[in-house]
């Protein structure tokens, strides 16, 4: 794993400011040509742990379990999901984890990948939620209209923007695929990953806040706990492992 060196970060601070504004802004080649090689050197590591055999199966094809749309945020990551994604989640991410400007890749998963599990997952602190609560007219035309489809009320609060996001984007999968949750075949899901903790259920928790359209915590629970459900989930993982 990348990590920072927070004693070096800290006794430079006082100086870095500056830079670090600009840095955001703007991006630094050298700051890039370095951390390629950390990716390199990380890569290696990982490939040489894996080893042949492990590629040699990924080559055959793709059985994903669960097709994931989430947030392109650098703090939401599959580690937090799987310990071995690979083969098993089919990633899509974009700006405010949408259906909307991602239907392509959402299709692919669901009709073609027969993945079974449809994994929305929203989070705290979202710009994307930020941007579109406030006016975002100034933004760029490509980024404007990303931020267009979706819809939050002006001015509401970032984790109720989320948490509304979330449900419109799990009301939106249920219609396209409406025919597959009602046989059985998909079951979709809405979530929060809360690192700040603004839903007061633990930091870093990922929270289901919608399942097929319910929002109520006791029927959430209920929902998930439906027989068919998890008979579906155990033939899914059979077949997986």
Do not use: W
Not at 20 to 34: L, Q, Y
Not at 51 to 70: I, S, Y
Not at 135 to 145: C, F, N, R, T, V
Request: hydrophobic share 40%; glycine share 8%; charged share 20%.
């Amino acid at each position: 794993m990348l990590k920072k060196n927070l004693a070096s970060l800290l006794a430079a601070a006082c100086i870095a400011v500056p830079f670090a504004a600009v840095a955001h802004e703007h991006g630094e080649a050298a700051v890039a040509r370095s951390f390629i090689k950390d990716i390199q050197a990380v890569e290696g590591a990982y490939a040489k742990e894996h080893g042949a055999a492990f590629f040699q199966e990924l080559a055959k094809g793709q059985h994903p379990r669960a097709v994931v749309v989430t947030c392109s945020d650098s703090r939401v990551h599959t580690n937090m999901l799987d310990q071995s994604p690979e083969g098993d989640l089919f990633i899509i991410r974009d700006i405010g984890n949408q259906i909307a400007t991602a239907k392509g890749s959402v299709e692919y998963g669901i009709n073609h990948l027969g993945a079974s599990l449809l994994l929305i997952i929203g989070h705290s602190s979202c710009g994307a939620i930020k941007a579109a609560s406030g006016d975002y007219s100034g933004l760029e035309p490509a980024i404007k209209k990303e931020l267009d489809t979706i819809s939050i009320k002006k001015g509401v609060t970032n984790i109720d923007g989320v948490k509304t996001n979330v449900n419109n984007q799990v009301a939106s999968a249920m219609e396209e695929y409406a025919e597959a949750v009602k046989e059985g075949h998909l079951l979709v899901i809405g979530a929060v990953y809360d690192f700040a903790d603004d839903m007061k259920q633990g930091a870093g928790k990922l929270n289901l806040v919608n399942v097929n359209g319910q929002t109520d915590v006791a029927k959430l629970q209920n929902e998930l706990a439906r027989k068919d459900i998890g008979d579906e989930t155990d033939a899914v993982n059979h077949k997986h492992h």
